[in-house]
């Protein structure tokens, strides 16, 4: 129920053809206040182009929520607390993210909502399968685990998703990036460009 939230650089309101547009070709599970935004940038012939390559991929349910989206408002970036969202892991993921990780193959989430959730379920031994509830909150100083590279958007400041690229990349790398996608004219937010952190 509500309105899909198109970005400003839009300039219409939201129709009936929005609601399949702002969803991932891959989407199974209802349940997220948002479209994981980074997946929108995959068609099938995509994801079939990089089967075609070797690229193996596994999926992830997170269901967002809308505390991901609010901006950090307090003066030490510990005192902010996300809202307690609910993920689920297949055991078939767990299991290729294991010989990934035995095969020295590196992991790319695509998008900081699948790579939120592998983060969350990393425990003792590995990526735990089932499902389970995260408030994880990545920021600059965090150690990564589970994934090696990352597929995301161009994220608004003061937001927990620029502070979890920022730790990924490093500040001052995500800086320098931010700062020529505001040149060069870039679109952020939910149907914009896209980057790739190797």
């Known amino acids: ?47 079939d182009a990089l ?21 950090v408002r307090s003066e030490s970036v510990e005192a902010h607390r996300m809202h307690e969202e609910e993920y689920s892991v297949p055991a078939e993921t767990a299991r290729a993210v294991a010989r990934a990780k035995a095969e020295g193959r590196p992991v790319l989430a695509v998008g900081t909502t699948s790579l939120r959730t592998l983060e969350s379920a990393w425990g003792e031994g ?18 990564f685990k589970a994934v090696d590279r990352l597929f995301t958007n161009f994220h608004t400041p003061r937001s927990t998703l620029l502070m979890l690229v920022s730790a990924f990349a490093g500040r001052e790398r995500i800086l320098e990036t931010y700062a020529e996608a505001v040149q060069m004219r870039y679109r952020f937010f939910s149907y914009g460009d896209a980057m790739l952190i190797l």
């Open 126 to 143: 590995g990526l735990k399968e089932g499902p389970g509830r995260t408030r994880i909150f990545i920021y600059p100083g965090y150690r």
């Open 51 to 71: 089967r075609d390559r070797g690229v193996e991929r596994a999926s992830v349910t997170l269901h967002v929520g809308l505390g991901t989206f609010l901006p």
């Open 1 to 47: 129920m509500g309105h899909i939230p198109l970005p400003p650089y839009i300039k219409r309101e939201d129709g009936p053809g929005d609601s399949e547009r702002y969803q991932t070709v891959y989407a199974k599970v209802t349940g997220s206040a948002a479209s994981p935004t980074a997946g929108l940038h995959f068609t099938e012939e995509l994801l």
